[in-house]
T-cell receptor, first 114, second 118 residues
Framework: DVKVTQSSRYLVKRTGEKVFLECVQDMDHENMFWYRQDPGLGLRLIYFSYDVKMKEKGDIPEGYSVSREKKERFSLILESASTNQTSMYLC?????????????FGPGTRLTVL | AQKVTQAQTEISVVEKEDVTLDCVYETRDTTYYLFWYKQPPSGELVFLIRRNSFDEQNEISGRYSWNFQKSTSSFNFTITASQVVDSAVYFCALSEAPPASGTYKYIFGTGTRLKVLA
């Protein structure tokens, strides 16, 4: 079974802090994604990566950056956290680049920015 | 442009009732994929089904069934004899075959919260 893990289930940070959300998958998947989930808005894509050191902006990249130094790990970075970034963050991965494979999701990180 | 609409924000049913969750999509592509995911209270999205645009056969898996109709751009999900454990948020999603640039993405609906009451 594919396993996607996220570093924290719950996180509380202060405005202006730099925040790192980590995601690791153990099935050698090419693609990794970061979404945020907000009530009434569903899942919105922040960034995705289809290879090591490669990244593409999603629909809402402002205020975020990402890093993929190793194939299994995809980090989401909030350079200076703001209260409007309080949300549930979901990481996902798929097997092949350039395909429409099933996405496998991690358990999510619920981030609160005070 | 791609779009997925789940018009039902929340549905409540009594255990053992049948319930249908609606999903309507928009795409200009002829090759695309549709998905349903379940998000229980624990938070992790669980994959339920993937269907490509060339396969309009209905699918049944236990108490779950899916009705794909290209004519109405719909991919509806029915739970027969619902159970309390079916309580969750259900998401419909669309993904198109990647363009020449190789990039692609998935578009999710806003989700339908299903509450099954004992």
């Amino acid at each position: 079974d594919v396993k996607v893990t996220q570093s924290s289930r719950y996180l509380v940070k202060r405005t202006g802090e730099k925040v790192f959300l980590e995601c690791v998958q153990d099935m050698d998947h090419e693609n990794m994604f970061w979404y945020r989930q907000d009530p009434g808005l569903g899942l919105r894509l922040i960034y995705f990566s289809y290879d090591v050191k490669m990244k593409e902006k999603g629909d809402i990249p402002e205020g975020y950056s990402v890093s993929r130094e190793k194939k299994e790990r995809f980090s989401l970075i909030l350079e200076s956290a703001s209260t409007n970034q309080t949300s549930m963050y979901l990481c996902a991965s798929t097997l092949e680049a350039g395909s429409t494979d099933t996405q496998y999701f991690g358990p999510g990180t619920r981030l609160t920015v005070l | 442009a791609q779009k997925v609409t789940q018009a039902q924000t929340e549905i409540s049913v009594v255990e053992k009732e049948d319930v249908t969750l609606d999903c309507v999509y928009e795409t200009r592509d002829t090759t695309y994929y549709l998905f349903w995911y379940k998000q229980p209270p624990s938070g992790e999205l669980v994959f339920l089904i993937r269907r490509n645009s060339f396969d309009e056969q209905n699918e049944i898996s236990g108490r779950y069934s899916w009705n794909f109709q290209k004519s109405t751009s719909s991919f509806n999900f029915t739970i027969t004899a619902s159970q309390v454990v079916d309580s969750a948020v259900y998401f419909c999603a669309l993904s198109e075959a990647p363009p020449a640039s190789g990039t692609y993405k998935y578009i999710f609906g806003t989700g339908t919260r299903l509450k099954v009451l004992a």
